[in-house]
């Protein structure tokens, strides 16, 4: 794993409505390569972090420094974030028809690039002919997976990417995430409400409340030697300590 940042935010405050005061002065590094965990109950900030990384929420203050271009939401659910009336194979290629220049493929070109990457999440080709509402809820969190990776991204955020999922297709994604950050070095903040979740899938965990960050480390010592109360229940909560 390489030692650089991919990401940096320093003293970010986030408002909504110039009264609401969302996040407050977070501060954190994400290395290159590295998932790290974001965990906190409903409404305490996750999703607004994630959103003024990407660039949707421009009424901030303080710096948010992203060392990678193209970065990707994969959301809770992926059917509203596919195009209802398209079929798979023309929102896969879609990212690739948005290519110029020097960068732009022919449909033959895309059409390989579309096959390669549906090996790569484990589905077969065939599925390029079926629309969204066809798909369960696995081969949709996987088709957007896809597409997220089919824009030239080396940064995932991943909100609550498998909550809406039973526990057996939930174990199916994580063991996919993990074997594509593996694979192609991605660095992914995963966002959960999930402790059990994020203990198999992340090297580092933040624990968010009310729009702070409470608590920060390694996985392993944060979930072992918590410090701060609210971290305790939640583990409490989760039957892990």
């Known amino acids: 794993m390489e030692t650089t940042n991919i990401l940096e935010i320093n003293n970010l405050n986030v408002y909504y409505n110039k009264k609401h005061h969302v996040l407050k002065d977070i501060s954190f590094s994400m290395k290159r390569g590295e998932i790290l965990g974001l965990v906190g109950e409903s409404g305490c900030g996750k999703t607004s972090l994630a959103k003024a990384i990407l660039g949707m929420q421009s009424n901030y203050d303080g710096s948010i420094s992203l060392d990678c271009r193209n970065p990707q939401m994969v959301f809770q659910d992926p059917y509203s974030s596919l195009n209802p009336s398209k079929k798979i194979g023309w929102i896969l290629e879609e990212p690739l028809r948005m290519k110029k220049g020097t960068e732009k493929l022919t449909h033959a070109k895309r059409q390989e690039k579309v ?127």
Do not use: W
């Open 115 to 241: 096959a390669q990457m549906l090996e790569k999440v484990g589905l077969d080709i065939k599925i390029r002919e079926h629309y969204p509402s066809e798909l369960s809820g696995g081969q949709r969190q996987r088709i957007a997976i896809a597409a997220a990776l089919l824009c030239d991204t080396g940064f995932l955020i991943a909100d609550e990417p498998v909550s809406a999922l039973d526990v057996t297709i939930q174990a199916q994604i994580i063991k996919l995430l993990l074997q594509l950050h593996k694979e192609m070095g991605l660095s992914i903040l995963f966002i959960s409400h999930d402790l059990r979740v994020v203990y198999m899938m992340c090297d580092r965990v933040m624990i968010m409340r009310d729009g702070m960050i409470l608590e920060r480390g390694c996985v392993d010592e944060i979930y072992k030697n918590p410090q701060n109360d609210y971290t305790k229940l939640l583990l409490e909560a989760a039957n892990i300590n």
